[in-house]
């Protein structure tokens, strides 16, 4: 089966008095939805966009493994463990929180910035916080939280060109730029499609789509 969201029917949160858009894949913060409280381990996809000075201030977290990935701009963040790093476009950043940990995350620079902020469930409570950040990501091998049972591919794809979907227990598929087929369904950036119980799909670049006709799509594989 595959179900798609479009980027139109996430729910709209943020502060745009505080320079703060948020696109919200999943049940999140004061929007509850109980038919939309996950997919496998994940627990949220955000799209997140702010203006030069905006971000969050520090807040808490405990056991749920956050990836972020930048789209546009940079990321700067700092967490309770002593990290401090400024995160760039097709850049990485795995914050395990584990048993507890408090981070921020702000906009510094001059320009806007445009991230995504997954969340997924550990398969075990507690332990110690952990932080990960992989400069340039490659397309070549998956990126493993086997804490969560998952792993992120990331298929940047020239138009026509084909990649394999997962065959997983659940794959989450979430285009960030251009536009894509899978199956009968084409989806658009910042639309994202929900798979289970599917094998040999095929994700075929849109002709045109996106900047000089290439696409950027992030693939969850999940396990059961």
Excluded: K
Excluded at 169 to 181: M, S
């Amino acid at each position: 089966m595959i179900s798609v969201q479009r980027s139109d029917d996430r729910f709209t949160g943020g502060d745009e008095a505080a320079g703060i858009e948020s696109l919200h894949a999943f049940s999140f913060g004061t929007f509850y939805d109980p038919d939309n409280l996950r997919f496998g381990a994940m627990l949220a996809c955000n799209e997140e966009r702010l203006a030069p000075g905006a971000g969050f201030d520090e807040h808490p977290h405990s056991h749920t493994e956050i990836i972020t990935w930048v789209v546009e701009g940079e990321l700067t963040h700092r967490d309770s463990t002593g990290h401090a790093t400024v995160v760039r476009a097709g850049d990485l950043q795995h914050l395990s929180a584990a048993a507890g940990v408090r981070h921020v995350e702000r906009n510094d620079g001059d320009g806007p910035l445009t991230f995504l902020q997954m969340w997924l469930a550990p398969l075990e409570p507690g332990g110690d916080p952990a932080y990960t950040i992989v400069p340039g990501l490659a397309a070549s091998a998956p990126y493993a939280v086997p804490q969560a049972g998952a792993r992120l591919w990331v298929r940047r794809l020239a138009a026509g060109e084909r990649a394999a979907v997962p065959d997983a227990a659940r794959v989450y598929v979430h285009v960030v730029v251009g536009g894509v087929r899978i199956g009968d369904e084409a989806l658009a950036a910042g639309d994202a499609a929900r798979i289970s119980g599917e094998a040999g799909l095929e994700l075929v670049a849109a002709e045109g789509a996106g900047v000089a006709g290439a696409a950027e799509v992030l693939i969850w594989e999940l396990s059961a």
